[in-house]
């Protein structure tokens, strides 16, 4: 006898919790999640490591929106701690606060400077470039060459392994460029974490839905399907494996991380570099453009959680190629994949009864927020629907 439910839902990330939740809470629906990793989260997944210090699995997890509705829903599950999320970048041998503001202008040119100042230097050296259409292009029009090769190129070419001129205008873009001296790395009006950490917020959607879930660790989904029956399916996994590759595979940019941590008692020699004690670098986290360093970025992850512990842990994040055994981290946005992806879509678009939503299905290079509201918007649509 088949196990059967309403949902089957693909993956527990942000995307799938959301939708499962919503579905069971607002319909009664009784779902089966089935997820390959061993937790649930997805790339949100945060927690304890060795050393007692609350860190992010998959890279730094800042999370910001604009949207009320994101914040209502999310605000169920956890409290927030306000975050000015703020980075340094370090290139020929110092530290530059970035994102590029006035501070920063005072860096390069080793005087105290006005914000007039820095907006006429812009306009000296920024290029004209009315609709720029790439990564390169974004960066020149606003900031012009020499902050370009600075704190962008290497850093694009190690993340990437492209050239910023065949990656979407979208990807540097989404970095601020500013004239005055705010140098949060981030734009959105709230800027928070969660005061007990994202794991608490899946575990609360889980105990939300009650008996009305089944959630299964460790398992493909395509191990399930033939001992479930489902009316609908929820895929938030990469769409190129829902259609075995039929168009061939989409680009991806996995990493490696490499995390290491630090008693108290061996950073009285950091100090002087991270300025405060328990620390070891003065910021959530350092960017490192210069090609000649293999890594992206470090972040010290408790800058930002606050947590008051004398033990810290930092994470190397090595750009990798995604392939066998590697995780698809990024997609690519450029026009290449977006031709590729618009074949899947088409396919993704003939199936009524499976919805494609998140980071991976949909190909975007989305925030945590945007994919809760991606969920949000097809948990309604899938309301309405009979089932
Ligand atoms: P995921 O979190 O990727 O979840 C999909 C899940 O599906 C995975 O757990 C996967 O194991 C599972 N799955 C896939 N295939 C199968 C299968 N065949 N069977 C079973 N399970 C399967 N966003 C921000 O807002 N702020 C940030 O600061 C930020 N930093 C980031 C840093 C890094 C390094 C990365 C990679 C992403 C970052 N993001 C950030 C983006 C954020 O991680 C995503 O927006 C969000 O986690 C996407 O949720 P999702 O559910 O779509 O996908
Ligand atoms: N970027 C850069 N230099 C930096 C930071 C970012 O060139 O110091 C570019 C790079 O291409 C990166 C993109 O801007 O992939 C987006 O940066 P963000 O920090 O938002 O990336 P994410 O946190 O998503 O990896």
Redesign the pocket.
């Known amino acids: 006898m088949p196990w059967s439910f309403d949902y089957l839902i693909?993956?527990?990330?942000?995307?799938?919790?959301?939708i499962a939740e919503r579905l069971v809470s607002t319909k009664g629906a009784r779902v089966l999640i089935?997820?390959?990793?061993n937790h649930?989260?997805?790339?949100?997944?945060d927690h304890y490591d060795d050393a007692g210090v609350l860190i992010?699995r998959?890279?730094?997890?800042?999370?910001?929106t604009n949207a009320p509705r994101i914040r209502a829903y999310l605000s169920k599950f956890t409290d927030w701690t306000p975050v000015d999320y703020t980075i340094k970048s370090f290139t020929r041998d110092r530290y530059w606060n970035f994102p590029v503001n006035l501070n920063t202008f005072e860096q390069l040119i080793g005087r105290p400077a006005t914000s007039g100042e820095f907006v006429d230097w812009l306009e000296q050296n920024k290029v004209s470039i009315e609709n720029p259409r790439n990564s390169e292009e974004i960066i020149l029009s606003q900031v012009g060459h020499e902050l370009y090769e600075l704190f962008f190129k290497g850093y694009t070419l190690k993340q990437w392994k492209r050239h910023p001129r065949d990656l979407d205008a979208s990807v540097c873009g989404r970095i601020p460029i500013r004239t005055n001296r705010d140098d949060r790395y981030l734009k959105e009006e709230f800027q928070a974490l969660p005061s007990a950490g994202y794991h608490r917020i899946f575990e609360r959607m889980a105990q939300a839905m009650g008996e009305n879930v089944k959630i299964l660790l460790n398992?493909?989904?395509?191990e399930v399907l033939p001992h479930v029956q489902f009316d609908h399916m929820v895929y938030?996994?990469?769409i190129d494996?829902?259609f075995d590759f039929a168009h061939g595979k989409l680009p991806y940019r996995s990493?490696r991380f490499e995390f290491e941590s630090f008693e108290g008692k061996d950073l009285a020699d950091r100090e002087s570099v991270s300025g405060k004690p328990g620390f070891w670098q003065p910021a959530m986290q350092v960017n490192y453009p210069d090609e000649s360093v293999p890594w992206t970025r470090i972040v010290e992850i408790k800058h930002a959680t606050g947590q008051q512990c004398l033990p810290t842990t930092i994470v190397r994040?090595f750009p990798e190629d995604f392939g066998a055994g590697k995780?698809p981290?990024?997609p690519v946005p450029n026009a290449e994949s977006a031709a590729v992806y618009k074949k899947y879509k088409e396919m993704a678009d003939a199936l009524p009864n499976v919805s494609f939503?998140?980071?991976?299905?949909t190909y975007r290079y989305?925030?945590?927020?945007?994919?809760v509201g991606m969920?949000l918007a097809e948990a309604d649509k899938l309301q309405s629907r009979e089932i």
């Open positions: 693909v993956g527990a990330g942000f995307a799938g919790m959301t089935v997820e390959r990793r649930i989260g997805g790339n949100a997944h992010h998959y890279g730094p997890h800042y999370f910001r398992t493909d989904y395509r938030t996994g990469p494996a829902y990493l994040e995780e981290y990024y939503i998140g980071r991976l299905a989305y925030n945590m927020d945007q994919v969920a």
